[in-house]
């Protein structure tokens, strides 16, 4: 076999990017199978009253690898706008820069906050004699940053976030996943503002003119043009292993008259990009019993997106506000107009407010303008109150939006994981396929190092992507 059919489960960053490289290199024959009628997964944009809108607060950061970000540039051209981060955290009723600005620190920290945290700072010069405590995101975050930073700000972030308390979260979550998880880290973000001091990258990131979900767009139109077939409104509902090697992966097309029969695919190999839990309950023959509770025991958090489309032509001149307190609902608030700094339309903006639960929270199934109250209430509480008339009221609802890394849920992840990876002629990865919580950068990434595991003879080399997924254990979200 030189040129294998490889059937691509998921059409996000991770999906395109795979398919993308695999048809430009013609390394494989490439069909992907989406369930939604557009691309990007969770990274993808539409359109609202004119403005280009996203899943949320999106940038791409300077940290994308570099052949990553150079096919990005060339797929986008003057498109991609390189853009100076303006945002802002609230935190006891006052409003900081964030990124953070040593004039932030030096004049508008709330001083019961800036004591606390420099009294931490030099609690750390003392050596303590303590008791090592089991590890959690609590522990390992207050031994990083000490305690004012964590009860003020990462705690009840991380709780409205996950919807679990600190201690019950995995140490992981702090480690590899906060980019700030220790004060020194922290102290050179915040020199790194100042001129002189700057290195390539700090305090920028990067948008594409027409919505983040432009780069997505990209990938899908190249791997098109270069041969691959992308079937959207395709929905996978079983992927059957053959005995005698490959697969078969059955799909309910929405063009299909209700009640027929689901259309059927061969494949020598499955890479698929889904939530690996949702894998695992489509993977025929089934897995073993104690894998499926695995996939149980394991969970996503919920993201409710709420845009406010507003007569105004500017609500703020910041990109992102950030609430990390509980007495909000929402953890963060952006404008997308200021992401693209684009004019049109003169009179109107939206606004995309966050709002993390569990899908069976009450919050999950409140109506659209309820959760517009919601939103309007929190903004209102944080002194930014709506003026001008909301002309519209639209939501969006991710299912799979965060890994939780609840304490112990490696326990159940490795076995899952480990079952996903002895499968022969099938590949799991980007964010939901890893459980990983990573940025789009890393799950193309992901994809591009996917391809270099294609051997020449069509082979998927298992032990090249064993060492791959070393290196994507160093990944760190960006915010
Ligand atoms: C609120 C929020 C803000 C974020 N901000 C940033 C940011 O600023 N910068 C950044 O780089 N990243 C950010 N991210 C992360 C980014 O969205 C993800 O890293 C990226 O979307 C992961 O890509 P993926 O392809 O791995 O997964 P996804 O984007 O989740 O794609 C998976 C695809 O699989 C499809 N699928 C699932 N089940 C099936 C099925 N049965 N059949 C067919 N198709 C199926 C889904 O519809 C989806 O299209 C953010 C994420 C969120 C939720």
């Known amino acids: 076999m030189s040129k294998p059919h490889i059937v691509i489960l998921g059409a996000g960053p991770a999906g395109l990017g795979a398919a993308s490289k695999l048809s430009r290199t013609s390394a494989a024959q490439v069909t992907v199978l989406e369930q939604q009628f557009t691309v990007g997964g969770n990274a993808g944009s539409f359109e609202l ?17 570099a052949e990553v970000f150079q096919d990005i540039q060339a797929f986008l051209g003057a498109d991609l706008l390189e853009r100076p981060r303006h945002g ?18 030096a004049l508008r920290l709330p001083p019961r906050f800036a004591t606390g945290v420099l009294a931490d700072g030099l609690s750390k010069l003392v050596p303590k004699n303590s008791i ?52 020194m880290k922290m102290v050179r973000k915040v020199l790194s503002a100042v001129p002189g ?12 003119k027409r919505g983040f979900g432009q780069i997505c767009e990209a990938y899908y139109h190249s791997a098109l043009e270069h041969g691959a077939q992308v079937h959207l409104g395709a929905r996978v509902t079983a992927v059957q292993q053959q005995p005698e090697g490959g697969y078969i992966i059955e799909h309910q097309s929405a063009s299909s ?47 409710i997106l709420v845009y406010l489309v507003l007569a105004q032509s500017q609500f703020s001149q910041y990109d992102a506000h950030y609430f990390p307190e509980l007495g909000t609902s929402i ?14 339309p003169e009179d109107t903006t939206v606004l995309c407010a966050e709002l993390p639960c569990a899908p069976d929270s009450a919050e999950w199934s409140l109506d659209d303008e309820q959760l517009g ?9 944080a002194g930014i109150p709506v ?15 965060y890994p939780v890394y609840r304490k112990g849920y490696e326990a159940y992840f490795n076995p899952l994981d480990e079952w996903a990876e002895g499968l022969q002629g099938l590949l799991s990865f980007g964010r939901q396929g890893l459980f990983a919580h990573d940025n789009t950068h890393h799950a193309l990434y992901m994809a591009y190092s996917a391809v270099k595991c294609l051997d020449a003879d069509g082979g998927f080399n298992k032990q090249r992507w064993q060492e791959y997924r070393k290196i994507f254990e160093t990944h760190v979200v960006e915010d």
């Not at 009253?49 to 940290?63: F, N, Q, T």
């Open 331 to 344: 953890t963060r608030l952006s404008e997308p107009k200021n992401y693209s700094n684009r004019q049109n």
């Open 49 to 65: 009253e004119g403005v280009h809108v996203d899943y949320g607060s999106h940038r791409l950061h300077p940290a994308c690898d």
């Open 132 to 183: 090592p405590l089991e590890e959690t995101f609590a522990s390992v975050m207050e031994k990083g940053l000490g305690r004012t930073i964590c009860q003020d700000f990462y705690f009840p972030y991380a709780k409205k976030l996950w919807g679990l308390e600190p201690s019950e979260l995995s140490p992981t979550q702090a480690r590899r996943r906060v980019s700030n998880s220790s004060l």
């Open 197 to 208: 001091l700057k290195p390539k990258g700090s305090g920028i990131f990067y948008y594409p």
């Open 387 to 401: 003026r001008a008339p909301v002309r519209r009221v639209f939501v969006r609802r991710l299912r799979f939006a």
């Open 373 to 381: 109250q919601v939103v309007l209430q929190d903004l209102e509480q």
């Open 88 to 105: 802002r955290i609230r935190l006891h009723s006052r409003w900081i820069h964030f990124p953070l600005k040593p004039i932030d620190l």
């Open 257 to 303: 008259p209700s009640g027929a029969a689901p259309l059927e695919l061969k494949a020598d190999q499955v890479w698929s990009t889904i939530p690996i839990t949702a894998l695992a309950q489509l993977m025929r023959p089934k897995p073993p019993a104690e894998l499926v509770e695995a996939a149980r025991q394991i969970d996503y958090r919920s993201m």
